[in-house]
């Protein structure tokens, strides 16, 4: 489960990227925060990730306040966290294949069942054929399923993804948000930041609508036209 | 069915499934990756790493160089040293049964190694052989000179003991004067202090600058691959696990610069071989120059790779605080 509540983050400057956002997104659940560029929807994502701090108000994750997450713990929460975003992140001198098994080296799981995962992960998002390729070697949108891949290799209970389907063509973003709706029905939390309004709609899930770093709507799935 | 296999594989739960064993195994695998990875990284640039290896190699061997000057300059002195025996004069009136007898109490000192006596007849045969003396000795009715003890000091024995031994002698009533060339002993002893202190604190800034090439170039590597080190970091990877391959990185720059310098030790060794061997032919072969020991050469590369594992933990500590 996320909650937040009174949550703001101001910036060097006076800048108020997020102003006191308070909603819960029940474990299992998929949700979209959505709103127009500069309305906060990145930094909602970053302060879950911990790569930035609140500067007001708390974020509790599966229990855990973000807040009292420090040194060490910081790898272990993103370690929970699968993480996708709009420019993929992808190793480049890497394989496709140890671009996915990062998270897993990382967790310290076993050669053969990393093998056996990153081959379940990488089929999962229909790219198994392409384990021994580089990323440049594929076009953007198998770039972007090469960075779901590695986001759910580690069976994360939190999944967001910041507008994964920016560059890609209607079509492609329709599958790719295909894959993240069957990992929520899996039980994995699902958030993702677009903008792209007319996929929303085509997803009918909740959707958190952010105006200026304020919450201006939070319609459930039913409610979304 | 493959696709639901696929999907169970791929997706949620079970957690914390990596066990203790694991784990360990796991991170021994990250560690021969990183060492394996570091050093094709290195190689990858070899004309960078080179010049690194180069200059750290260079700073360390230096210090091994003014080691062995220094050393051999020590060995020079104490075998120079030997030459220099004490001359014990004593009063005219002494009988040669007395010499002997003082010439045996001496030699039982245990700061003595040798005494040998010269008795006046020998003392004048000297100097007859001297230019201009021979008409000098012809005008003497009879022998003046006295029986002359030559007192070796113990081999090694330093300036405070050769002092002590001095004074010990001009104390005997037998003994009319004793003539010491310990002044200069005692300043090459006070020269060799100074030079160790010196090469100590040469030691010390070279390998301070060996750590700082090292960090620089350790620096370099995690600028260029600041973009990877984020993505390491967003993944949950841990400064440590991020920081391995630089270390290792850091321990290949150390290793492959003290070997290097260890080779540049040998080779000055060997170049000062020959005129080394000159010296000690004009010195009828009591000069024995040593070389480096072998202890310090195979210290110096493990030496050198924990040097260079300091710098680059130091510098990515610090560049990591600024990532992600």
Redesign the interface.
């Known amino acids: 489960m996320i909650q937040f509540e009174q949550v703001s983050k101001h910036y060097a400057g006076g800048h108020e990227a997020l102003s006191q956002l308070s909603f819960t997104i029940p474990t299992g659940e998929m949700a979209f925060v959505t709103g127009h560029s500069g309305a906060g929807k990145s930094t909602l994502l970053k302060l879950l ?1 911990v ?1 930035e701090r609140p500067s007001h108000g708390s974020i509790t994750v599966d229990g855990q306040n973000l807040a009292k997450v420090r040194g ?1 713990g910081i ?7 699968g ?1 996708v975003f709009q420019d993929h ?3 480049m001198d890497r394989t496709v294949f140890a671009n996915v098994e ?2 897993l ?7 053969v069942e990393r093998g ?2 990153v081959r ?2 990488l ?2 998002v229909g790219l198994l054929s392409y384990e021994r390729q580089l990323p440049a070697t594929l076009s953007t949108g198998e770039q972007q399923r090469v960075g779901i ?2 986001a ?6 939190l999944l967001i993804a910041d507008e994964p389907t920016g560059n890609l063509d209607p079509q492609l973003a329709v599958e790719i948000m295909g894959l993240f709706a ?2 929520q029905q ?3 939390t699902v958030l993702i930041a677009s903008h792209d309004l007319p996929l929303i709609k085509r997803m009918r899930k909740r959707v958190v609508v952010l105006d200026h770093g304020r919450l201006v709507a939070d319609l459930a799935a039913e409610e979304v036209l | 069915m493959a696709a639901d296999s696929a999907h169970r594989d791929a997706a949620p739960p079970p957690r914390n499934e990596a066990s203790h064993t694991r784990r360990i195994a796991s991170w021994r695998e990250h560690h021969g990756w990183s060492a394996g990875a570091s050093l094709r990284r290195l190689a990858a640039r070899p004309l960078g790493s080179l010049l690194t290896i180069a200059v750290m190699g260079l700073a360390l061997a230096l210090p091994l160089a003014f080691y062995l000057l220094l050393g051999n300059v020590q060995q020079l002195g104490h075998a120079l040293g030997q030459d220099q025996a004490i001359n014990v004069f004593l009063q005219p009136d002494q009988a040669a049964s007395q010499a002997q007898l003082l010439a045996k109490q001496l030699g039982d000192r245990s700061d003595v190694a040798a005494v040998t006596i010269k008795t006046p007849q020998q003392g004048l045969d000297e100097l007859a052989k001297l230019q201009g003396f021979s008409g000098a000795l012809d005008a003497l009715d009879q022998n003046p000179l006295p029986f002359v003890l030559m007192v070796q000091p113990k081999p090694g024995a330093d300036a405070a003991a050769v002092a002590r031994l001095v004074g010990d002698l001009r104390d005997m009533h037998s003994v009319a004067q004793v003539q010491d060339s310990g002044t200069w002993r005692q300043r090459l002893d006070a020269l060799l202090g100074v030079g160790e202190r010196v090469v100590a604190a040469l030691a010390l800034m070279l390998a301070l600058a060996a750590l700082l090439v090292v960090g620089n170039s350790v620096r370099m590597d995690i600028a260029s691959r600041h973009e990877e080190i984020g993505v390491l970091l967003l993944v949950g990877a841990s400064s440590a696990f991020v920081r391995r391959p630089y270390l290792y990185a850091g321990i290949w720059y150390g290793l492959f610069s003290g070997i290097l310098a260890a080779l540049l030790a040998l080779a000055i060794e060997f170049a000062l071989s020959g005129p080394v061997a000159q010296l000690s032919q004009a010195y009828d072969g009591k000069l024995h120059l040593g070389g480096l020991p072998l202890w310090l050469l195979l210290a110096v590369p493990p030496a050198a790779a924990a040097l260079g594992w300091l710098g680059a933990r130091l510098v990515s500590a610090w560049q990591l605080r600024k990532a992600v």
């Open positions: 990730g790569i060490r790898p272990r929460l993103r370690q929970r966290i993480m992140r992808l190793l990062l998270p080296t990382i967790a310290g799981i076993a050669r056996r995962r379940a992960a089929e999962k891949a590695r759910i290799v580690a069976r994360p209970s069957e990992f899996v039980g994995t």
